[in-house]
């Protein structure tokens, strides 16, 4: 039923799948279109993200302080950062071209952040497989030492992008000044994500600065993954998940509030 | 059954806090059809979109036992960048009914031809209104929840209009705002007048209709 006042878990559960699949593809037509190559898109800008980054290290040399094969490490590096910082750049003023939508009871303010979120999160992801198959079946890269790790170290900076997205993208109903900030902080950040260096590579002091970041916990566990014991890895997994967590209660707190606030238009 | 127990809606403004309805109550039984008069900026929209669930109220409770609309305002509810089309499957995804047999219907109706096929941004105003009224046939509600529904397009629309939702769905219950007492007479069998963020109810639409006359009107 969808108008009756308090449906089961599971009737909830499947209008939730319907509205969150219709916002989804409501994305992807209004953000790709039908033309040229469509909702390839999706992961082809992403990848030629990667490319681009993977050709300037190449060119420039620039394994920051380490001897691994320089496509290997600009695919995790470069990857891992499109995969976290892309998330809250989508849902930072996504709740305004969906206001009309929030006309329907059903169609709510997480629908919107949820739809977009998979969809960044689906398209850094192929966009990583594609690339790592890619360079691997032409012997540019090796495959993965282990791929839960790598599995897992992904999944782990898709949750700490998520987080960070809702919390923005909440905070940004209540003043724009996160769209204004958001744009130099996640240009600041990048050097900063671990991308585009290893932990051990840097001297002590820095070291323990650097790891107060999360998303550099992830990277480090996913490349240790991938490049087995030929890196020392500097993680704790602990600690970043204890961080999404806590910006996950944050960013759903603060999600709840404005969802009572937001006037359809 | 639709209840409405002691509603409040209150906005925040540069200027303070504006209370925009006050302690509503009001239930609508299966069936019947409901008239709520007010002139404009009284608060009609604001209670509309309350009882649809679009937005949630300051304070109260809001029990719906059957299945309501979405707030039927011709206009509202869509996406720009969207084709009428395409606005159509997202409306039947939402609601979890097939849209492609509902194509030919919305097609007709609408008399949009192959603009149905372009963007909702580039229609003109009775364009959009007839999309909009269309695809709110698609979708079979126990109420209907109308907002100033006469606003827009020419008499012969009204009357296409007329026929399928007071006609052909005579049987189901109407919520229908508006500031125009001819079109409430009309379709109502009682009415209430939102006055300054209070709701007075009477029994029948011409009590209502005198009492807004003097106070509203």
């Known amino acids: ?55 300037l290290w190449t060119m420039a040399k620039a394994t920051h302080g380490s001897n691994l094969p320089i ?18 750049a989508r849902c930072i003023g996504s709740v305004e071209p969906n206001l009309s939508l929030m006309y329907h009871r059903n169609v709510k303010v ?3 952040f949820a739809a977009r979120l998979l969809l960044e999160a689906a398209g850094a992801t192929m966009s990583f497989i594609a690339l790592g198959v890619f360079f691997t079946s032409i012997g540019w890269m090796d495959p993965p030492e282990d791929i839960v790790k790598v599995m897992i170290g992904w999944v782990m900076l898709a949750w700490f992008g998520m987080a960070l997205a809702i919390l923005l993208g909440s905070l940004n109903e209540r003043t724009e000044l996160v769209e204004k900030f958001w744009h130099p902080a996640a240009y600041l950040m990048f050097p900063l994500s671990g991308a585009a260096f290893l932990v051990d590579a840097l001297p002590k002091q820095a070291q323990e600065f650097i790891l107060w970041f999360p998303m550099v916990h992830g990277v480090e566990y996913l490349r240790e ?22 910006l996950s209660v944050m960013g759903l707190a603060v999600m709840r509030r404005i969802s009572r606030e937001v006037m359809p238009e | 059954m639709i209840r409405l127990s002691d509603i409040h809606k209150r906005y925040h403004t540069r200027h303070g806090s504006v209370h925009v309805l006050d302690s509503i109550n009001l239930s609508v ?18 209670l509309i979109r309350l009882i649809s669930g679009a937005e949630r109220p300051s304070a109260g409770h809001i029990v719906r036992d059957m299945s309501v609309s979405w707030p039927l305002a011709f206009g509202g509810a869509f996406q720009g960048a969207l084709t009428g089309l395409d606005n159509l499957r997202f409306i039947c995804r939402v609601y979890g009914r097939d849209a492609e047999d509902k194509i030919d219907y919305v ?21 959009r209104a007839r999309l909009a009224f269309a695809i709110s046939m698609v979708v079979e509600f126990d109420c209907f929840l109308i907002d100033e529904i006469v606003a827009v397009g020419d008499a012969r629309f009204h009357e296409k209009c007329r026929v399928e939702l007071f006609e052909k769905r005579g049987d189901r219950a109407m ?5 125009d007492p001819g079109y409430v007479r009309a379709h109502c069998d009682r009415a209430s007048v939102l006055v300054s963020g209070r709701m007075h109810s009477f029994d029948n639409v011409d009590e209502a209709y005198a009492f807004y006359q003097e106070h509203a009107g």
């Open chain 1, 1 to 55: 039923m969808n108008g009756s006042a308090s449906p089961s878990l599971l009737q909830s559960w499947a209008v939730q799948r319907r509205v969150i699949g219709a916002l989804l593809m409501r994305e992807i037509l209004t953000r790709y279109g039908r033309h040229n190559i469509g909702f390839l898109w999706l992961f082809v800008e992403p990848m030629l993200f990667t490319l681009g980054v993977t050709a």
């Open chain 1, 71 to 88: 496509v290997a490490f600009a695919v995790t590096g470069y990857s891992s950062v499109l995969l976290w910082r892309n998330m809250p």
């Open chain 1, 110 to 112: 997480m629908d919107v």
């Open chain 1, 225 to 246: 993954g991938y490049f087995g014991q030929s890196i020392r890895a500097h993680y704790d997994l602990a600690y970043m998940a204890t961080f999404c967590l806590g």
């Open chain 2, 29 to 46: 039984a299966p069936g019947e059809k409901v008239g709520v008069l007010g002139r404009n900026g009284a608060g009609k929209s604001t």
């Open chain 2, 107 to 127: 097609q007709e109706f609408s008399e949009l031809g192959r603009y149905l096929r372009e963007p909702v941004r580039t229609y003109s105003a009775g364009m």
């Open chain 2, 175 to 179: 919520i229908l705002v508006s500031h």
